[in-house]
């Protein structure tokens, strides 16, 4: 186990923003995982879990605590079940059971950075993909009961960008992931999202080769800057800012009696809700790709992602994600939320 103080956190994140942690801790075992979280927990040490930092905004003032990096490693596949250690990294081991061993299931996840543990965090999805399709177990050291827990996909809670372990953030941290994945002799998963079917030339809901289907993602990925790249500033982010809003059907009734938004993209979600676009507002909002002129603008390849051009402050980050915010507010009179988990500030 690695111990560091005053130790920078801005270069374990994807946005290279925040200021330092009191103390840094790199766990490389379970065993090391669970004795720096009882150490921390016994001397009422605030606590930051740390995978790849693809999703966090940490404050300027940094983490007056310890954070802990979890480096842990093991992928072990048999038949079709898949055991993963959380320290591993996501888009390896997509790229591990697309590649060498041709199975179905997290093809359409490819080049999400960060880590195996997070993903069940925040139900991590993209081209009509879920991890939660995909997990049977999720066994976690519960800081609560101070014990290792096995959770089934059932009691995970998992919804849109949402899970148990986002809704008690202080409670489990994320030892290994469990995922049944799909052997249909190299074929994909059925093609849900209408962009890649496009892209691919075929129908939604038909099937293509698991890589091909790989392949695709990352294309289509990198095209909008969600591939990470050190070289590109378009990339310097967290992945989508907001999540797309989800309204009820009084508030959807509402939102479409605002100018412009007969044609926003709607799409059905449980409850009777409506899911709607936050690409779609932000741009519609005015603020297209490439939006600001400091050290923190939009991408210039999606409105999504608010970006770190070399030089800015999460300070300067969170100026711009609020004027967005607020001007979506005013425009279309629906909240956005973040997506990234917060450290040390709001927004
Ligand atoms: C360019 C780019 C593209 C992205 N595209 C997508 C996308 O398509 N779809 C999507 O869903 N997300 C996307 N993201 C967001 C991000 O990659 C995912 O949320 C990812 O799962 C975060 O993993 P991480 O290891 O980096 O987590 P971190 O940022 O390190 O942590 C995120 C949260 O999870 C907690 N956490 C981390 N590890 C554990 C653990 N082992 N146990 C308990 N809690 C833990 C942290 O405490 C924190 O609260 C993107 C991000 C970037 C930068």
Redesign the pocket.
Known sequence: MLVENDAPLAPL??LRLGGPARRLVTAHTDDEVIAAVREADAAGEPL?????????VIGDAGFSGTALR?ATEGFALDGTALEVA?GET?SEVVRRTVLDHHLAGIEFLAG????V???P??N???YGQEVAQAITEVV?YDRTADEVVVLPNAECAFSY?HSR?KAE?DR???LRVRFRLEDADGLSTPVRYAETARHLGVEQGDRVAVDTAWKAVLLLRAGK????DPADHD?W????FFTNPVLTAAQYESFRTRPGAEDAPAYPAPEGCTKTSAAWLIDRAGFGKGYGSGPATLSTKHTL?LTNRGSATAEDLLALAREIRDGVREAFGVELVNEP?MVGVTL
């Open positions: 994140t994807t930051l879990v740390l995978g790849g930092g693809s999703n966090l979890i959380a996501w999400i950075p960060g880590s543990g997070a993903t965090v925040q991590v999805g993209a976690a960008r372990f953030p489990y941290v994320v800057g969600m591939v990470l990339t982010s967290a992945g989508s992602a988990v």
